[in-house]
């Protein structure tokens, strides 16, 4: 056998806020603050953003889901800018 074909890399499982999903892949979504500054991706962009929403803060932020088809087209710069 070859040398270091015993160390198998597997991804850890990604679990949403309340436990009830876990995939391998997180969800594209991503948080900003106001400043445009990162915030979070994935199930935490989705936890921190439904937070910012209960206490009526969401609307100085940036939530973005679903966009990997719009970042080769470079819409994403275009909807903060």
């Not at 949403?16 to 962009?45: H, M």
């Amino acid at each position: 056998m070859d040398e270091g074909m015993d160390n198998v890399i597997v991804n850890n499982p990604w679990s949403s806020a309340d436990k009830s999903t876990t995939t391998y892949k997180t969800p594209t979504q991503l948080l900003l603050n106001e400043k445009r500054e990162f915030e979070a991706f994935g199930y935490e962009a989705q936890k921190r953003y439904a937070e910012l929403h209960q206490q009526g803060r969401h609307e100085r932020c940036f939530y973005f889901k679903k966009f990997r088809s719009k970042i080769a087209s470079g819409q994403v710069r275009s909807m903060i800018s």
